[in-house]
């Protein structure tokens, strides 16, 4: 995608949102949709996803709206969505087992590969359909199944060392939990989801009503 580079992290961010949209309009029967109904779900200005759709192409048709399944489809090729990336998740805690459980995943077409954790209690137990794997057998694991992104769900103190095994194991993608900054060699993009981050801003959001300083309505949720 060598011609998509200058687009902003900030249009590349918002097409997932367009694609679980148009999801749940297929799911709802809706065949036919328009930027304006889009942005009423999404909260988004009309013209802002007219604007990120057309750094990808001619969609829809004046008159008419975009076609819910085709414009789908379309975002979902342009995300790589129709690659059916496999994936591979370290650290089978709470967090871990319901990253594994969460049906999305193989919604949007990822396939989970393999889990794995160090603790002994744990290997060879099974979450959902999958058996958790010992992580001493990591990188023979990711290139006999081909997997491609590794999701890190492990404490802070271990992060750095699962995502050098990972890297080490030829992963090309990294989605990480734990709350620190991974240093990864940069051809490894990667995803940090730091949920102490998101609490706090709930905080000092629900500080500041409180204190009455401001309606915070438009603050709307990025989920």
Same mark, same amino acid.
Request: some cysteine; hydrophobic content about 45%.
């Given at each position: 995608? /060598?011609?998509?580079?200058? &687009?902003?992290?900030?249009?590349?961010?918002?097409? %997932? !949102?367009?694609?679980?949209?148009?999801?749940?309009?297929?799911?709802?029967?809706?065949?036919?949709?328009?930027?304006?109904?889009?942005? !009423?779900?999404?909260?988004?200005?009309?013209?802002? +996803?007219?604007?990120?759709?057309?750094?990808?192409?001619?969609?829809?048709?004046?008159?008419?709206?975009?076609?819910?399944?085709?414009?789908?489809?379309? +975002?979902?090729?342009?995300?790589?969505?129709?690659?059916?990336?496999?994936?591979?998740?370290?650290?089978?805690?709470? *967090?871990?087992?319901? #990253?594994?459980?969460? /049906?999305? &995943?193989?919604?949007?077409?990822?396939? *989970?590969?393999? #889990?794995?954790?160090?603790?002994?209690?744990?290997?060879?137990?099974? =979450?959902? /359909?999958?058996? =958790?794997?010992?992580?001493?057998?990591?990188?023979? #694991? +990711?290139?006999?199944?081909?997997?491609?992104?590794?999701?890190?769900?492990?404490?802070?103190?271990?992060? /750095?060392?699962?995502?050098?095994?990972?890297?080490?194991?030829?992963? !090309?993608?990294?989605?990480?939990?734990? %709350?620190?900054?991974?240093?990864?060699? %940069?051809? +490894?993009?990667?995803?940090?989801?730091?949920?102490?981050?998101? *609490?706090?801003? *709930?905080?000092?959001?629900?500080?500041?009503?409180?204190?009455?300083?401001?309606?915070?309505?438009?603050?709307?949720?990025?989920?």
């Amino acid at each position: 995608m /060598q011609e998509h580079l200058s &687009i902003s992290k900030a249009t590349v961010d918002r097409l %997932p !949102r367009y694609y679980r949209c148009l999801h749940q309009l297929t799911d709802e029967g809706v065949e036919i949709t328009s930027s304006e109904d889009l942005g !009423r779900r999404l909260a988004i200005n009309p013209e802002q +996803i007219r604007k990120d759709l057309a750094f990808f192409g001619q969609f829809g048709k004046k008159g008419v709206g975009y076609y819910v399944a085709e414009l789908k489809e379309s +975002i979902g090729s342009i995300l790589g969505l129709d690659h059916h990336w496999n994936i591979a998740i370290v650290g089978m805690g709470h *967090l871990g087992v319901a #990253i594994a459980n969460y /049906q999305g &995943i193989a919604r949007l077409g990822f396939r *989970l590969v393999a #889990i794995f954790d160090s603790n002994p209690v744990v290997v060879g137990t099974r =979450v959902g /359909q999958r058996r =958790v794997e010992d992580i001493a057998y990591l990188a023979e #694991i +990711i290139a006999e199944r081909g997997v491609q992104i590794g999701v890190i769900a492990v404490p802070a103190e271990h992060a /750095q060392a699962v995502a050098d095994l990972l890297v080490a194991a030829g992963i !090309r993608a990294i989605w990480n939990f734990a %709350p620190v900054k991974l240093q990864v060699p %940069p051809h +490894i993009p990667f995803v940090s989801e730091d949920l102490s981050v998101g *609490l706090s801003s *709930l905080s000092y959001y629900l500080n500041h009503v409180d204190a009455g300083n401001g309606d915070f309505s438009d603050k709307n949720s990025l989920s």
